[in-house]
Nanobody, 124 residues
Framework: QVQLVESGGGLVQAGGSLRLSCTAS?????TAWFRQAPGKEREFVAV????????YYADSVKGRFTISGDNAKNTVYLQMNSLKPEDTAGYYC????????????????????WGQGTQVTVSS
């Protein structure tokens, strides 16, 4: 079992920045961020493999968000810049017991463990 604890959400004006953190009780091959807005399906945001492989982003956040990891702290970060009102959602950290890459990482069923989520609200 893996416990994931997210933090860093909040209220920010459009154009602002936030950094989310996800700390895991132990490392897994793949860690990702998803988001879900009210009335919408859970949406892939970004993924990072702990092995140091290539990160992968949803087109909607590419160039604005950066996912990174600190192996020593078992923590993955999501730096979110140039935030837009449409980025408003609950953000969830997910950890997968298997390695994936690219588009194969965008499916929620690839992940075995989920955090409780942290709310991000972007005002216009």
């Amino acid at each position: 079992q893996v416990q994931l604890v997210e933090s860093g959400g909040g209220l920010v004006q459009a154009g602002g920045s936030l950094r989310l953190s996800c700390t895991a009780s132990r490392r897994t091959p793949t860690t990702a961020w998803f988001r879900q807005a009210p009335g919408k399906e859970r949406e892939f945001v970004a993924v990072i493999p702990w092995s140091g492989g290539t990160t992968y982003y949803a087109d909607s956040v590419k160039g604005r968000f950066t996912i990174s990891g600190d192996n020593a702290k078992n923590t993955v970060y999501l730096q979110m810049n140039s935030l837009k009102p449409e980025d408003t959602a609950g953000y969830y950290c997910a950890a997968g017991a298997n390695y994936c890459s690219g588009y194969g990482c965008t499916v929620p069923k690839m992940y075995d463990y989920w955090g409780q989520g942290t709310q991000v609200t972007v005002s216009s």
